[in-house]
């Protein structure tokens, strides 16, 4: 019992620390708002458990989060296992998501990037690709935000070194997206 107690505590703490990142948060939610408005798609990328984000926040805009209403255009590029492992097999996982931004996106569009270090290539080369189209980029990453926070038009770097306490950041952080999206485009 006492450690789930700490674990709490932990929580509590990076929830707290969380305020720092508020206006650049709340910045994204306009420019989300403002894609979307302009006819434009979010792109979402990660890896491992922010891959199952992306799946997650692209599902709560196109369904719904908590309002039925129009859907919204989400995509999640972690989703198509035949583009995954053709391009994995064909070329390198490195280029995997940049390929998708190449093919599907245009400079109406959003790319949200997710890496808790900031340090994964795929990413980083994805956001690179949205880069070269023009593309809105908004990076998600833990504390030392590494090269994506370098790239990106607008980077949230959760005070946390703590991968758990990162992911569950970046989920509440969605979530709430998620809501103000909702809220401007409910019927």
Not at 55 to 75: C, S
Not at 120 to 132: F, M, P, V
Not at 134 to 139: D, P, R, T
Not at 161 to 177: L, P, Y
Request: net charge negative; glycine share 6%.
């Amino acid at each position: 019992m006492k450690k789930f107690i700490l674990e709490l505590e932990e929580h509590k703490s990076m929830i707290e620390r969380l305020v720092s990142c508020s206006e650049t948060i709340e910045t994204v939610a306009d420019k989300l708002i403002e894609t979307l408005k302009n006819g434009g798609k979010i792109f979402l990328c990660g890896n491992g458990g922010s891959a199952a984000d992306c799946q997650h926040i692209a599902a709560e805009l196109v369904v719904k989060y908590r309002i039925v209403r129009p859907a919204l255009a989400a995509i999640a590029l972690t989703t198509d296992t035949s583009i995954l492992t053709a391009h994995a097999n064909d070329f390198d996982f490195e280029t995997v998501y940049a390929r998708q931004v190449e093919g599907l996106a245009t400079q109406k569009d959003c790319l949200i990037a997710i890496s808790t270090s900031g340090r994964s290539k795929n990413i980083i080369k994805a956001a690179e690709a949205a880069n070269l189209k023009g593309m809105l980029v908004i990076g998600l990453t833990g504390a030392e935000g590494g090269e994506l926070s370098k790239i990106v038009s607008h980077s949230i770097n959760v005070p946390s070194k703590i991968t758990a306490r990162i992911q569950e950041a970046h989920i509440i952080i969605g979530h709430w997206w998620c809501d103000v999206i909702e809220e401007t485009f409910s019927v």
